[in-house]
T-cell receptor, first 113, second 111 residues
Framework: NAGVMQNPRHLVRRRGQEARLRCSPMKGHSHVYWYRQLPEEGLKFMVYLQKENIIDESGMPKERFSAEFPKEGPSILRIQQVVRGDSAAYFCASSPAQGGEQYFGPGTRLTVT | QQQVKQSPQSLIVQKGGISIINCAYE??????FPWYQQFPGKGPALLIAIRPDVSEKKEGRFTISFNKSAKQFSLHIMDSQPGDSATYFCAAVDSNYQLIWGAGTKLIIKP
């Protein structure tokens, strides 16, 4: 039973480019969460999605960031016109139900040059 | 606003000793308190968790102690080993099912 998968593991983008981060939840999990982690800090909640629905996006910046979890395929976190401050590790977690235990992927480390 | 306060920020313990990490919260609506272990370059992994109707939970060398009246909980690692060296995060789940994270404790076990 494969765990949460994220790709790419490392992503380098120049300022102004778009970054697309993908997350495949564990089999049987329909709830996905995205977090951002800066070096030496804890994780900060960004968005919570179920299939085809955004449940809570209170942690998402209002501009440039968007997330989706389509009926088929992985969840996507998209960052448009990246800036240096977007450099961080982005983690995805999945759970089988609302309020269930969250299982984390290995993360995508985004570097903006 | 930080809703879960974690201390210490870093901790060095001799092999075989007891590692203790403390967390405090403010929101009495929190009803689930997990601890996560994170190794460098990896995602957090659920270590052990507790609900507020229980004062203590033990799994192997890891024990959570929970004090509901004081709104505090702690992680104890008995017989600490070098392989336990990692960053540990406490967290709390709110009524919106969000994980509210502590800032983390970097634990180093000296051989």
């Amino acid at each position: 039973n494969a765990g949460v998968m994220q790709n790419p593991r490392h992503l380098v983008r120049r300022r102004g480019q778009e970054a697309r981060l993908r997350c495949s939840p564990m089999k049987g999990h329909s709830h996905v969460y995205w977090y951002r982690q800066l070096p030496e800090e804890g994780l900060k909640f960004m968005v919570y999605l179920q299939k085809e629905n955004i449940i809570d996006e209170s942690g998402m910046p209002k501009e440039r960031f968007s997330a989706e979890f389509p009926k088929e395929g992985p969840s996507i976190l998209r960052i448009q016109q990246v800036v240096r401050g977007d450099s961080a590790a982005y983690f995805c977690a999945s759970s089988p139900a609302q309020g269930g235990e969250q299982y984390f992927g290995p993360g995508t480390r985004l570097t903006v040059t | 606003q930080q809703q879960v306060k974690q201390s210490p920020q870093s901790l060095i313990v001799q092999k075989g000793g007891i590692s203790i990490i403390n967390c405090a919260y403010e929101n009495t609506a929190f009803d689930y308190f997990p601890w996560y272990q994170q190794f460098p370059g990896k995602g957090p992994a659920l270590l052990i968790a507790i609900r507020p109707d229980v004062s203590e939970k033990k799994e192997g060398r890891f024990t959570i102690s929970f004090n509901k009246s004081a709104k505090q909980f702690s992680l104890h690692i008995m017989d600490s080993q070098p392989g336990d060296s990692a960053t540990y995060f406490c967290a709390a789940v709110d009524s919106n099912y969000q994980l509210i994270w502590g800032a983390g404790t970097k634990l180093i076990i000296k051989p």
